[in-house]
């Protein structure tokens, strides 16, 4: 069964440092890997799609890379800005239940000013 | 293109009523969900479906039913509203065909149950 673990539960920056998010799963036969952004009250909104082909996605300044062997995906945020203040989500598409999308549990960020 | 659109955004329910919330998307995508979000628990599927006619359970349906008569809407139905139903609600859907699968979410119906 996928499970979906994500590290720090959160974390709190000052503006302008550079940060990683780190996500993990256990069952490395996945179709992608998501990262989404939700804001409190609010519903989620896509970053960046990693597909089980590639190693990594970038956005601006967000890069997001892959390791399907090590079970491991991250997020880098590049120059942090109080406007990145969300909680990060990370989820996957099995290959064994691509019906399913399991998410992890998120990392609550706060950029302080 | 409005991409998943949810209503009600809010809605207050006495224990024992039912209610719909309603889901429709126009990216005639295959796939659409419900999931409900709670504290400390993080997102739990409750239904899905992989097209029109075709639904499936998902980690949390008890007390909920789903139908899907077209590819475009996939509303969910309360039978008899519990306070353990109190939740943030949001629909998603996403291509089943085409390799990337990326979801799209609606913006949320917030519940409460009284």
């Known amino acids: 069964k996928q499970e979906v673990t994500q590290i720090p539960a959160a974390l709190s920056v000052p503006e302008g440092e550079n940060l990683v998010l780190n996500c993990s799963f256990t069952?490395?036969?996945?179709?992608?890997l998501q990262w989404f952004r939700q804001d409190p009250g609010k519903g989620l909104t896509s970053l960046l799609l990693i597909q089980s082909s590639q190693r990594e996605q970038t956005s601006g300044r967000l890069n997001a890379s892959l390791d399907k062997s090590s079970g491991r995906s991250t997020l880098y945020i590049a120059a942090s800005q109080p406007g990145d203040s969300a909680t990060y989500l990370c989820?996957?598409?099995?290959?064994?239940?691509?019906?399913?999308?399991?998410f992890g549990p998120g990392t609550s960020l706060s950029v302080i000013p | 293109n409005a991409g998943v659109t949810q209503t009600p955004k809010f809605q207050v329910l006495k224990t024992g009523q039912s209610m719909t919330l309603q889901c429709a998307q126009d990216?005639?995508?295959?796939?659409m969900s419900w999931y409900r979000q709670d504290p400390g628990m993080g997102l739990r599927l409750i239904h899905y479906s992989v097209g029109a006619g075709i639904t499936d359970q998902g980690e949390v349906p008890n007390g909920y039913n789903v139908s899907r008569s077209t590819t475009e809407d996939f509303p969910l139905r309360l039978l008899s509203a519990a306070p353990s139903q109190t939740s943030v609600y949001f629909c998603a859907s996403r291509p089943l065909a085409g390799g990337s699968y990326e979801q799209y979410f609606g913006p949320g119906t917030r519940l409460t149950v009284t």
């Open positions: 069952d490395s036969a996945i179709y992608n």
């Open positions: 990216m005639n995508h295959e796939y």
């Open positions: 989820a996957v598409i099995s290959e064994t239940s691509y019906d399913k999308v399991i």
